[in-house]
Each structure stands twice: as structure tokens, then as C-alpha cells.
């Protein structure tokens, strides 16, 4: 069985960065905010001199290059206009407080850097209300942004960037006013109204509206330190992304988020491309996906992304933990990647030099770690477990999977009671773009994993009507540990026993 059908024609996503600071607490009175995976140290760059961290009386001593005090911006000033009307390399502190900003076009070298409790927010407050026929009614919303994506069958309202709020809890879009009850809202757009179906009376009720917190083209950038939360973004771009716009494949090279969380915004968390470092960053519930990346040598570290997708898009178009796209030098390492709606760590279109090391890739939807239609790789030392259970067709339900990729070597890896095991597929993907090469299964090598306690297959398929794979493109496991009785492989289009297995060649 084929995958459902995806777009290939992933706008090319963005560069991130960072040096500098430490999250703390968010906005909302008693909310148990997670911390990131793990306290970086304190570092000092060519722009800043940081004592930085303290309780929240403590004054930032932050410097620039030149001797002068970092730009501190309070939540009532204007943010981005201050941004736009400073110059390359300026350092901004942003006080405790929520920051309701319009998009922030950085220039070359700027830093921006969020006192604990500063909080960057693309929402507004919605505050009058209509009640009538058990629903409630604020009319006077203008925000429609670019709709885009392809939605799962119960969730057609995904493609509309717009999320609406209830104490810091998103409701569900739904298609029309007539379905709207608790828990659920529907924006009339063509009226400009929106309806609840709960009483907004003594509630906090906000609708996301600006389309990114940062975007452009500049180099060099970085975030460290805030919340980002309740952006507006389509589908495929990011809260955080440094193309200029859409068209702008590659965008700003060498930036640097670190410490961020980055929570509740429509499309994608975190989008970084060329040179990007994303780092100790908490990604969780964005409404298609937390992590994204195009480019060369882009890394992802110590990051933790969970539950993301929450919009209700295709996770077989492109929604879930993450996805790498048209990237070189790939490297993601030792992030905890766990119970997003879709596969969790996904390469997938003409990436090649990708190392996938030490993540812990947990109870995610779809595939754990998925390596497709690309090039050279190296998957190891990862703990995978409790993967593929929400689509678990024929081999797709895989913990590891590498589809149609040459050069690719899985090893030293735990693979534990996923709804399959570790996966090699070869199909016919001449639909895709292929720079380096045809896009086929060899040199496939498995070699010193633990492969337990997977309800499916471990091994090779094909969709194109050729033993090739098996016979003649160099595929191997070899020295793995299995605890997996019954026909729990797969070889020659069939499930084998595993003394099978081991007559086929493979162990």
C-alpha cells in the first residue's frame, strides 16, 4: 500500500537562532508552564554581556558592541515599529508582560532576548459579546488570513489560520454556525462575526490574528527567551520563520533560537533553514506542526515537541512532530519528541547528509523517525517506542522507516513496542525531485538495534512489482537483538517467522 498522497511542493521553510537567556514563567496566573528539556549556560556574545538571570526585580546589565544599554521594550510600547526603526546588530530586552505585536521584521545581527514572564502574543482581545439563540456573538473581526492545507475529514476548518481562545484553551473550529456548541466556535468570515459556544462572561477570550512573530531575510538573528503563542500562521509556515515571504525559499542564514517556548499558533512552531541553531526550545500543541527546516546545516537540539497538530491537518499531507524538507547536513539531536498527531521526526523530499541521534521518539501517531524519498543518513543511538499505532497499514506504522532513500544506515538504536518495527520500503517516487541520484532502497543498513515487542513486521517491502530490493540493491540487517516471536518479519512482500528471516540472509 502506498502513502496517502502529499504535496511536494513544501514551500522551502526558515532560519532560526540563538544565543542568550532563559525561559521562565509564562502569562496566565497558576498555569503550569513545562520548562525546557535543559538549562543551557549562560553564554556571552560579540554583542551582549549578560548577568542576565534573576528574579523578576533584577534589571538586565545587557551592553552592545559599541558600549550602549540594550533597547528594553515595555508591553504597551510598539515593538515592531521600534524593531523596524532600529539599526542591524541592536539588542532588545522585552520586560515581563504579555507583547501583542504585529510581525517583527529583524534586521542583520539583532538580538532579541525575553525578561522570565515575557510573553509574545498574535492575539487580540475579544471583549463585547451578543448572546442569542445559546451562542455568543462579537461582530467587527476583519482578520482573514491566506488559507492553505489539506485537512482531515473532520476537521475541515484547519486551512483557517484564525484560532479563537477561551482561557488560554483553543476551541474547535467548526464549519458552521449551526454546529457550534461548548468547546467549539465558527468564524463567519464573509459577515465578520465571530460565535462561541460557551459564555464568555468573566473569561479571557482572544483571536489569534497576526500572521508571524518574526519573518524576513535578515542573517544572523536571534531569539532567546520569550514565549511565542497564538499566531495566526497558514499552514507550512512558521511563528518563528525567516523567509521574507512564501516565494522566499531560503531566507536569513545563521540564526540562533534557544530557550523559547512556542505554543498555540496555527501552522508551524519553529521554521529555521541555512546555518539555523534550534535549541532547548519547549514546541508544543501549534495546529500543524512544531519543528520545520530547509537548507544546509541546520541542527536541532535538546528540544522538547509534543502534542502538535492539534488543528486537525493530514498528517500524511504534512502535519506532526515535525518535517525536514530540501536540506543538507541535517543534524537533530537528542530531542524528546513525543505524542504528536502525525509521524514525529519526518525527513521526507531530496535531503541528504541527515543525522537523526539520541532522540527519545515517543507514542507519536505515525511513523517515529521517517527518512523518505532522500539521501544519506545516519539514524542511531535513538530510543523509539510506542509509535505508529494511529496509522498502522500494511508496514507504515513503523517505529524507524526509510522509504525509498539510498545510503542510509540505522544502528545502535532501541525499537520497542511500536505498531512496526524498523522498516526498509522501496516504491516508484518518480513524481519527486531527485538531485542526487535515483530514488530507490539501497544500501540500506541495519545493523546493532533492539527490536522488541512491536505488534508488526521488521524488514522490506515493495510496491512496484520487483524482487530488486531483496536480490540486488545492497539491503542488509545484520547483529540486531530481536525479542519477537511469531511471524513478526518481513521479506519478499511476505511475513516470515524469524528462523525465516535468518535463512533470507538477515539477523
Given at each position: ?107 542583520d545581527g539583532q538580538t532579541f532576548l525575553g ?263 545516519v539514524i542511531r543511538n535513538n530510543e ?124
Amino acid at each position: 500500500m502506498s502513502p496517502p498522497p502529499r504535496d511536494l511542493l513544501l514551500p522551502g521553510l526558515a532560519v532560526l537562532g540563538a544565543i542568550l537567556l532563559v525561559v521562565a514563567a509564562t502569562r496566565s496566573p497558576g498555569e503550569a508552564v513545562p520548562p525546557p528539556m535543559a538549562d543551557g549556560p549562560t553564554t556571552t556574545s560579540t554583542t551582549t554581556s549578560l548577568p542576565i538571570i534573576g528574579d523578576l526585580g533584577t534589571e538586565f546589565q545587557i551592553t552592545q558592541s559599541d558600549g550602549s544599554p540594550a533597547i528594553v521594550v515595555t508591553p504597551d510600547e510598539d515593538l515592531a515599529a521600534i524593531v523596524a526603526a532600529a539599526r542591524a546588530g541592536t539588542t532588545f530586552v522585552l520586560a515581563e508582560g504579555i507583547h501583542r505585536s504585529d510581525t517583527i521584521i529583524p534586521a542583520d545581527g539583532q538580538t532579541f532576548l525575553g525578561r522570565p514572564g515575557a510573553v509574545l502574543s498574535g492575539a487580540i482581545h475579544v471583549e463585547t459579546f451578543t448572546p442569542g439563540d445559546g451562542l455568543w456573538a462579537a461582530g467587527g473581526q476583519t482578520a482573514e488570513s491566506r488559507v492553505h492545507g489539506t485537512c482531515e475529514p473532520d476537521r475541515p476548518r484547519c486551512v483557517h489560520a484564525e484560532d479563537l481562545f477561551l482561557d488560554d484553551v483553543a476551541l474547535r473550529h467548526v464549519g458552521s454556525r449551526a454546529q457550534v456548541g461548548p468547546g467549539t466556535w465558527f468564524f463567519d468570515y464573509a459577515a465578520d462575526t465571530i460565535y462561541l459556544g460557551d459564555d464568555p462572561a468573566g473569561r479571557i477570550v482572544e483571536l489569534s490574528v497576526v500572521p508571524a512573530a518574526f519573518r524576513g531575510a535578515a542573517d544572523q538573528v536571534t531569539i532567546r527567551g520569550l514565549a511565542i503563542e497564538k499566531f495566526a500562521v497558514p499552514a507550512q509556515q512558521g511563528a518563528i520563520d525567516s523567509r521574507a515571504d512564501t516565494e522566499d525559499l531560503v531566507g536569513g542564514a545563521g540564526w540562533s533560537i534557544r530557550d523559547n517556548i512556542v505554543r498555540w499558533n496555527h501552522g508551524v512552531g519553529i521554521a529555521a533553514t541555512t546555518g539555523a541553531m534550534v535549541s532547548d526550545n519547549v514546541v508544543y500543541e501549534n495546529g500543524q506542526m512544531g519543528l520545520a527546516a530547509k537548507g544546509a546545516g541546520v541542527t536541532f537540539e535538546n528540544n522538547e515537541v509534543y502534542r502538535n497538530n492539534t488543528a486537525g491537518f493530514s498528517s500524511g499531507w504534512e502535519a506532526g512532530g515535525s518535517k525536514f524538507a530540501f536540506t543538507s547536513g541535517l543534524v537533530v539531536r537528542n530531542n524528546h519528541v513525543y505524542e504528536n498527531f502525525g509521524p514525529g521526526l519526518w525527513t521526507d523530499i531530496d535531503n541528504i547528509d541527515t543525522l537523526y541521534e539520541g532522540n527519545r521518539v515517543v507514542d507519536n501517531e505515525r511513523m517515529g523517525i521517517f527518512h523518505e524519498i532522500s539521501y544519506d543518513a545516519v539514524i542511531r543511538n535513538n530510543e523509539v517506542r510506542g509509535n505508529g499505532f494511529g496509522f498502522d497499514e500494511w508496514v507504515w506504522g513503523a517505529g524507524i522507516i526509510v522509504s525509498t532513500s539510498s545510503n542510509v544506515e540505522v544502528y545502535d538504536n532501541v525499537v520497542e513496542g511500536n505498531a512496526d518495527g524498523i522498516i526498509g520500503v522501496h516504491q516508484d517516487r518518480s513524481d519527486a525531485p531527485a538531485s542526487y541520484g535515483p530514488l530507490q532502497l539501497v544500501n540500506l543498513a541495519v545493523h546493532g538495534n533492539v527490536i522488541a515487542d512491536n505488534g508488526g513486521w521488521t524488514g522490506i517491502g515493495q510496491d512496484v512489482g520487483s524482487n530488486q530490493v531483496f536480490t540486488d540493491f545492497n539491503n542488509r540487517f545484520f547483529d540486531n537483538t530481536y525479542r519477537q516471536d511469531g511471524e513478526h518479519f518481513f521479506w519478499l512482500n511476505e511475513p516470515r517467522s524469524q528462523s525465516e528471516w535468518e535463512r533470507f540472509g538477515q539477523n
